[in-house]
């Protein structure tokens, strides 16, 4: 018992306690809070793979619009719901 009083009275021993103490659990840094970055960091990545396919596909399917007129066309019309002049337009709301 004599011994472990021995390093609690040590200066250096002292203040290697508290920093430890202090980095592990009271720092703007500690473990808790590295943690927490590093899976919203995994999750982030995540995020971007998927954001980099669907941009992918996003390009493939513009290149094939491009390329044939009446593909692109029949987009037009179904998304952006664009006519002729000379046609009339109903749209049929579901309920």
């Given at each position: 018992?004599?011994?472990?009083?021995?390093?609690t009275?040590n200066?250096y021993?002292?203040f290697?306690l508290?920093?430890?103490?202090?980095?592990?659990?009271?720092?703007?840094n500690d473990?808790?809070?590295?943690?927490?970055?590093?899976?919203?960091?995994?999750?982030?990545?995540?995020q971007k793979?998927?954001y980099?396919?669907k941009?992918e596909?996003?390009?493939e399917?513009?290149?094939e619009?491009?390329?044939?007129y009446?593909?692109?066309?029949?987009?037009a019309r179904?998304?952006y719901?664009?006519k002729r002049k000379?046609?009339?337009l109903?749209?049929?709301?579901e309920?």
């Open positions: 018992m004599s011994k472990y009083l021995r390093y009275k200066f021993f002292m290697t508290f920093f430890v103490i202090w980095m592990v659990f009271i720092d703007s473990i808790f809070t590295q943690f927490k970055l590093s899976s919203k960091l995994k999750e982030l990545e995540n793979e998927f980099l396919e941009k596909k996003i390009k399917d513009r290149e619009l491009m390329s044939n009446e593909l692109l066309e029949k987009f179904e998304r719901l664009m000379s046609e009339d109903y749209v049929v709301v309920e």
